[in-house]
């Protein structure tokens, strides 16, 4: 395993050398240490890597990841996992706004609890909560899967799109658009492999299914007055 200490040597070069992994590379285990919250730590990576960061981070830890593979051994800032297209991040700690913002693809995993915005934009991104998500999550997420064991707070699912939502705990309220919807036996398959995916010990049985009642993006005369 590489180890990187950040703040001996700095993030530039973190990134840098983080970038510089190629697909057939040798050197697929890296461990950084004294990250003390430092922003945009493994961004842009795309690489079939592993990263393990002992500690907490700022904001944008895990943007734009490729391939990869990211534990934070603590907390992240906000944006985690933002426009992610593929591989994996798992979070040990909390996770502050906007966690997977805009994601693409790949797997997000909060072990602890996320707050507002969580899955805003969503585009594909799997995001799995094992805590609580916070108010507007899934704002606008057009497609992907959003799995929270616990609650979720105000304005649920706001002017969804095809994405699907899976609640176990309560919901404050739904946004505009956003209904519970009939957990299919495909969603239940849908649900068990993200549950164990996340490493959830929680019964797909125990969820419900949130989506969009499709009545917001579809053109009606009826709304050009």
Request: proline content about 2%; charged content about 20%; glycine content about 14%.
């Given at each position: 395993?590489?180890?990187f200490?950040?703040?001996?040597?700095?993030l530039?070069?973190?990134?840098?050398?983080?970038?510089?992994?190629?697909?057939?590379?040798?050197?697929?285990?890296?461990?950084v240490?004294n990250?003390?919250?430092s922003?945009?730590?493994?961004?842009?990576?795309?690489?079939p890597?592993?990263?393990?960061?002992?500690?907490?981070?700022?904001?944008y830890?895990g943007g734009?990841?490729?391939?990869?593979?990211i534990?934070?051994?603590g907390?992240?800032?906000?944006?985690?996992a933002e426009n992610?297209?593929s591989?994996?991040v798992?979070?040990e700690?909390?996770?502050?706004?906007?966690?997977?913002a805009?994601?693409?693809?790949?797997?997000?995993v909060?072990?602890?609890?996320?707050?507002?915005?969580?899955?805003?934009?969503?585009?594909?991104?799997?995001i799995?909560?094992?805590?609580?998500?916070?108010?507007?999550?899934?704002?606008?997420a057009?497609s992907?899967n959003l799995?929270?064991?616990?609650?979720?707070g105000?304005a649920?699912?706001d002017?969804l799109?095809?994405?699907?939502?899976?609640?176990?705990?309560s919901?404050?309220?739904?946004?505009?658009?956003?209904i519970?919807?009939?957990?299919?036996p495909?969603?239940?398959e849908?649900?068990?492999d993200?549950?164990e995916?996340?490493?959830?010990d929680?019964k797909?049985?125990?969820?419900?299914?949130?989506?969009?009642?499709?009545?917001?993006?579809?053109?009606?005369?009826d709304?050009?007055?």
């Amino acid at each position: 395993m590489q180890t990187f200490d950040l703040e001996a040597q700095g993030l530039r070069q973190l990134n840098a050398t983080l970038h510089a992994q190629a697909d057939d590379t040798n050197q697929t285990a890296w461990e950084v240490v004294n990250p003390r919250g430092s922003h945009a730590i493994a961004v842009g990576l795309d690489a079939p890597i592993e990263v393990n960061v002992k500690g907490s981070t700022g904001y944008y830890c895990g943007g734009m990841n490729k391939q990869a593979t990211i534990n934070v051994h603590g907390s992240v800032g906000p944006g985690v996992a933002e426009n992610m297209m593929s591989g994996m991040v798992v979070i040990e700690g909390d996770a502050s706004q906007y966690a997977g913002a805009t994601g693409h693809g790949g797997t997000l995993v909060i072990k602890g609890n996320a707050s507002s915005r969580c899955g805003i934009s969503m585009k594909g991104i799997d995001i799995i909560v094992h805590g609580n998500i916070g108010h507007m999550s899934a704002f606008m997420a057009q497609s992907g899967n959003l799995v929270v064991c616990g609650d979720a707070g105000e304005a649920l699912g706001d002017s969804l799109y095809e994405a699907k939502l899976f609640v176990r705990g309560s919901v404050k309220s739904l946004g505009a658009d956003c209904i519970e919807k009939e957990m299919r036996p495909e969603h239940t398959e849908i649900l068990r492999d993200l549950l164990e995916r996340g490493g959830c010990d929680a019964k797909p049985e125990e969820f419900k299914r949130y989506g969009s009642a499709r009545q917001l993006y579809n053109f009606n005369i009826d709304n050009a007055y």
